[in-house]
T-cell receptor, first 119, second 109 residues
Framework: DADVTQTPRNRITKTGKRIMLECSQT?????MYWYRQDPGLGLRLIYYSFDVKDINKGEISDGYSVSRQAQAKFSLSLESAIPNQTALYFC??????????????????FGEGSRLTVL | RKEVEQDPGPFNVPEGATVAFNCTYS??????FFWYRQDCRKEPKLLMS???SGNEDGRFTAQLNRASQYISLLIRDSKLSDSATYLCVVNQAGTALIFGKGTTLSVSS
């Protein structure tokens, strides 16, 4: 089983619908992230969480919200989906304590991605 | 100016070739640096960290020039299996990783 699991893996929805992408991890990492990837734009950070009580906006948080329900779970919501939110979404985790370098995020471990299409 | 910039390529090389990718970053406060590899339709995975003194892992060599805010990745003796997109990644203290758009490598026989 994957250490970082995303559901659903593929979703097609219509404009205006509410969508939730879920991420769960068995790595025991405190830090979790949501990125989106678009052709030609690379990976862009949406939100990140350094622990259960910590939520931070990333580069492109508008139109998205997140919930960190537990150390192992971090969900991404699109309250009212629009076509330009069509993208591949990745959840990731990290454990900076393993790096021995304060301030280093540590290696990111990604889920397999959730492909979202908004019509 | 984007925080992390890479030449998108594609780089098309024959097996056995040596190929180099470059990356520049804009924030001088950046503290740690990485190369990730992403295969088509797959998640990115860490290839190697980049240390100030330069570091090597088999056929892969990474270098960092803090004064020029420049990172490089050299691949020697390219294999077909090296075909992928290589992502330059930068970390500032207390924030999440920032990814470049990636450089695509295609190795042919």
């Amino acid at each position: 089983d994957a250490d970082v699991t995303q559901t659903p893996r593929n979703r097609i929805t219509k404009t205006g619908k509410r969508i939730m992408l879920e991420c769960s991890q068995t790595k025991g990492h405190d830090r979790m992230y949501w990125y989106r990837q678009d052709p030609g734009l690379g990976l862009r950070l949406i939100y990140y969480s350094f622990d259960v009580k910590d939520i931070n906006k990333g580069e492109i948080s508008d139109g998205y919200s997140v919930s960190r329900q537990a150390q192992a779970k971090f969900s991404l919501s699109l309250e009212s989906a629009i076509p330009n939110q069509t993208a591949l979404y990745f959840c990731a985790t990290s454990d900076p304590s393993r790096t021995g370098f304060a301030g280093n995020t540590g290696e990111l471990f990604f889920g397999e991605g959730s492909r979202l299409t908004v019509l | 100016r984007k925080e992390v910039e890479q030449d998108p390529g594609p780089f098309n090389v024959p097996e056995g070739a040596t190929v180099a990718f470059n990356c520049t970053y804009s924030n001088s406060a950046s503290q740690s640096f990485f190369w990730y590899r992403q295969d088509c339709r797959k998640e990115p995975k860490l290839l190697m960290s980049v240390y100030s003194s330069g570091n090597e892992d088999g056929r892969f060599t990474a270098q960092l020039n803090r004064a020029s805010q420049y990172i490089s990745l050299l691949i020697r003796d390219s294999k077909l299996s090296d075909s992928a997109t290589y992502l330059c990644v930068v970390n500032q203290a207390g924030t999440a990783l920032i990814f470049g758009k990636g450089t695509t490598l295609s190795v042919s026989s």
